[in-house]
């Protein structure tokens, strides 16, 4: 059985990003698809702790 990649795209919403890797790695068929994840950088320096803090989680998860 073939299986489609996953494909994620993230910026700055941290719980968003939580939410939906916890949802993909419950999914037991998830472990059979590769896993593509693309986070934008911050646009400006107030986006800039939000988008840290969503990169880091896809990082310490290893997940990105």
């Known amino acids: 059985k073939e299986f489609s990649p996953i494909i994620?795209?993230?910026?700055?919403?941290?719980?968003?990003?939580q939410k939906t890797v916890l949802s993909i790695l419950k999914n037991l068929e998830a472990q059979n698809?590769?896993?593509?994840?693309f986070s934008d950088g911050p646009k400006n320096s107030?986006?800039?702790?939000?988008?840290?803090y969503?990169?880091?989680?896809?990082i310490m998860s290893q997940i990105g």
Do not use: E, G, M
Request: proline residues 0%; without cysteine.
């Open 54 to 58: 969503n990169q880091r989680f896809l």
């Open 8 to 17: 994620l795209f993230t910026y700055n919403r941290l719980s968003h990003t």
């Open 46 to 52: 107030k986006d800039y702790k939000r988008n840290y």
């Open 33 to 37: 698809s590769d896993l593509y994840i």
